[in-house]
């Protein structure tokens, strides 16, 4: 079965960068894209950034654009979302995310805490 296992996240100071990965098991990882969301709390879960395969095409909302930074590795099964520049409003719980036509499975995510 698909597993995504999120890794990575943790407290850190405004200004700060974090690297996420996505360890995916169960599926041809380099014929799908992959997408990280995140959820904070009280708010709907949001799309974050998107990278097709093949190609590694990349979107990003608008929020994040120019401070994260999505990329995978299909020899390692593996999609990694690196922030920099974090702000207290990027606090969330973060998901990785891949879309097998009309099934959309989910990590358990990670928590990402931007806090001085």
């Known amino acids: 079965q698909v597993q995504l296992v999120e890794s990575g996240g943790g407290l850190v100071q405004p200004g700060g960068s974090l690297r996420l990965s996505c360890a995916a098991s169960g599926v041809t990882f380099s014929s799908y894209a992959m997408s990280w969301y995140r959820q904070a709390p009280g708010k709907e879960r949001e799309l974050v950034a998107v990278i097709t395969s093949p190609g590694g095409s990349t979107n990003y909302a608008d929020s994040v654009k120019g401070r994260f930074t999505i990329s995978r590795d299909n020899a390692k099964n593996t999609v990694y979302l690196q922030m920099n520049s974090l702000k207290p409003e990027d606090t969330a719980v973060y998901y990785c995310?891949?879309?097998?036509?009309?099934?959309?499975?989910w990590g358990q995510g990670t928590q990402v805490t931007v806090s001085s």
């Open positions: 995310r891949v879309q097998l036509g009309y099934l959309g499975y």
